[in-house]
């Protein structure tokens, strides 16, 4: 079955990176787009960005340009998050989640990782 | 861009029916087709529910269903349960690779 499995809980001080992986399993790779999620403590989800897995394009919302990167490794079939500059504001879970190319359907989804950004 | 607008809150009696909705915008839900409603209990990932306005994936109880009139977009949850208790996001394609949720809804049930 598909599976998305994320790495574990991060504490990072303000001004450092996160990096944070998504190993998928359970169909072919290259097959579909790649996301990143967030959600804030008590907060709604927030989009971030997109890598299409077969050429290794990306995109990201204007909010993150410049501190977002996202990355894959087809051999180990692993999709990576790397955000910069961290700020107390970034503290959340971080989900990857894959969609159905073109059509919205993010239908399988990571089980989160929790990022805490503090001095 | 802003987060599409839910109501914070709804709630219901178990049998009754319950409606949300999700206003966007004439760039995101008004001119897209690309609308989707997530399902989140609390600790756990969101679950797809509808997909592409009105599409069920498998495995989802026919009680779920969505619509879509102008920039609103709609789930409607039908014979309420126990179970439904959960907070529920829009999403919208709005262009470019811009994706936009809501603010997100919690679904009591009494």
Not at chain 2, 73 to 92: P, V
Request: with cysteine; glycine share 12%; charged share 15%.
């Amino acid at each position: 079955q598909v599976q998305l499995v994320q790495s574990g809980a991060e504490v990072k001080k303000p001004g450092a990176s996160v990096k944070v992986s998504c190993k998928a399993s359970g169909y072919i790779f290259t097959n579909f787009y790649l996301h990143w999620v967030r959600q804030a403590p008590g907060q709604g989800l927030e989009y971030m960005g997109v890598i299409y897995p077969d050429g290794g394009g990306t995109g990201y919302i204007q909010k993150f340009q410049g501190r977002l990167t996202i990355t894959r490794d087809t051999s180990t079939t692993t999709l990576y998050m790397e955000l910069s500059s961290l700020r107390s504001e970034d503290t959340a879970v971080y989900y990857c989640a894959r969609e159905i190319p073109v059509t919205g359907n993010f239908d399988s989804w990571g089980q989160g990782t929790l990022v805490t950004v503090s001095s | 861009q802003s987060a599409l607008t839910q109501p914070a809150s709804v709630s219901g009696s178990p049998g009754q029916s319950i409606t949300i909705p999700c206003t966007g915008t004439s760039s995101d839900i008004g001119t897209y087709n690309l609308i989707s409603w997530y399902q989140q209990h609390p600790g756990k990932a969101p679950k797809l529910t509808i997909s592409e306005v009105t599409r069920r994936p498998s495995g989802v109880s026919n009680r779920f269903s969505g619509s879509k009139s102008g920039n609103t977009a709609s789930l409607t949850i039908s014979g309420l349960q126990a179970e439904d208790e959960a907070d529920y996001y829009c999403c919208s394609y709005a262009g470019g690779v811009t994706w936009i949720f809501g603010g997100g809804t919690k679904l009591t049930v009494l």
